[in-house]
Nanobody, 123 residues
Framework: QLQASGGGLVPAGGSLRLSCAAS????????VAWFRQAPGKEREFVSAIRGTSGMTRYSDSSKGRFTISRDNAKNTVYLQMNSLQPEDTAVYYCAARPVWNVQYWNENWYDYWGQGTLVTVSS
């Protein structure tokens, strides 16, 4: 089970750190990704982190502003979001799967999903 948290309301240029905590299983080897869905839009990939090597991947829109990381001791993955803009407003979801896949950007490959946390960036 995944629990996403950390969303909120921030002004443009602000920062937030999202957390994705796992319970019921060891998370350390899992690939974990963040997706987001803005109102009226399809869910899109934001970032992913591999379980074994810690390799990270980012979407073009998040690269340079967002940082994904993990603390295996806490069974938690984080998404540090800086320089937030109104277009980052969305519900953010974390997702996990036991093994990394080259289609890490594809939501259909993930087995477990958190409930989502709302990020609102005001202009």
């Amino acid at each position: 089970q995944l629990q996403a948290s950390g969303g909120g309301l921030v002004p443009a240029g602000g920062s937030l750190r999202l957390s994705c905590a796992a319970s019921g299983r060891t998370f350390s080897g899992y690939a974990v990704a963040w997706f987001r869905q803005a109102p009226g839009k399809e869910r899109e990939f934001v970032s992913a982190i591999r379980g074994t090597s810690g390799m990270t991947r980012y979407s073009d829109s998040s690269k340079g502003r967002f940082t994904i990381s993990r603390d295996n001791a806490k069974n938690t993955v984080y998404l540090q979001m800086n320089s937030l803009q109104p277009e980052d407003t969305a519900v953010y979801y974390c997702a996990a799967r036991p093994v990394w896949n080259v289609q890490y950007w594809n939501e259909n490959w993930y087995d477990y999903w958190g409930q989502g946390t709302l990020v609102t960036v005001s202009s």
